[in-house]
């Protein structure tokens, strides 16, 4: 997806820059700067430190920049953010953050399993385990079983997520089965 010109400015040695915004990955969104017609660069609005002349901002990617006053890198931050809102409102956007979401709660009960087995493993190399099993275990086991509900609740209200990313492991496997 690309937007339409943002900005058209005259550099001073009098060819013509373009900015638009494009989609650089997924939901991510970078302004693209055309010379002359020709792709110049792709990257992201920052600050240009020290200023040169007007310009106070520019649009830096692959070692070259485009030098812009701050009027004009507000409108090209905002043109990238309202890519990013329209994009995270689509059918893939909200797919994406959901998924996003279930990622983070699986990585929830990945952490807490292997803090469990770190602590289960000091307490054997310090001569514990008695009060590892006593006291440390059942916490942890709590903290396991509430990061466990939390992930099968998300699966049963969103059974889409979990299907469509089973699919995609499955498409993996078939892809690479003869490699």
Same mark, same amino acid.
């Given at each position: ?63 070259? %920049? *485009?030098?812009?006053?701050?009027? /004009?890198?507000?409108? #090209?931050?905002? &043109? =990238?953010? @309202? !890519?990013? +809102? ?63 509900? %939390? *992930?099968?609740?998300?699966?049963? /209200?969103?059974?889409? #997520?979990?299907? &469509? =990313?089973? @699919? !995609?492991? +499955? ?9």
């Amino acid at each position: 997806m690309a937007t339409g010109p943002v900005i058209t400015k005259q550099l001073t040695d009098g060819r013509t820059a373009t900015v638009i915004v494009v989609e650089h990955l997924k939901g991510i969104f970078r302004a693209r700067v055309d010379v002359g017609g020709r792709h110049f660069t792709t990257g992201r609005v920052g600050p240009l430190t020290p200023p040169r002349g007007p310009a106070t901002h520019q649009i830096l990617g692959g070692g070259k %920049a *485009l030098g812009l006053t701050a009027t /004009e890198a507000d409108r #090209v931050t905002t &043109a =990238i953010e @309202q !890519a990013e +809102a329209a994009w995270s409102q689509s059918p893939e956007g909200r797919h994406a953050t959901l998924r996003d979401q279930r990622g983070e709660l699986a990585r929830e009960l990945r952490d807490r399993e292997a803090a469990d087995a770190d602590d289960k493993a000091r307490a054997h190399d310090r001569g514990e385990l008695d009060r590892y099993f006593r006291d440390v275990q059942p916490a942890n086991e709590r903290r396991i079983a509430e990061a466990e509900r %939390a *992930l099968a609740t998300f699966d049963r /209200e969103h059974p889409e #997520v979990l299907a &469509a =990313i089973k @699919q !995609a492991a +499955a498409e993996r496997t078939a892809r690479h089965m003869w490699d």
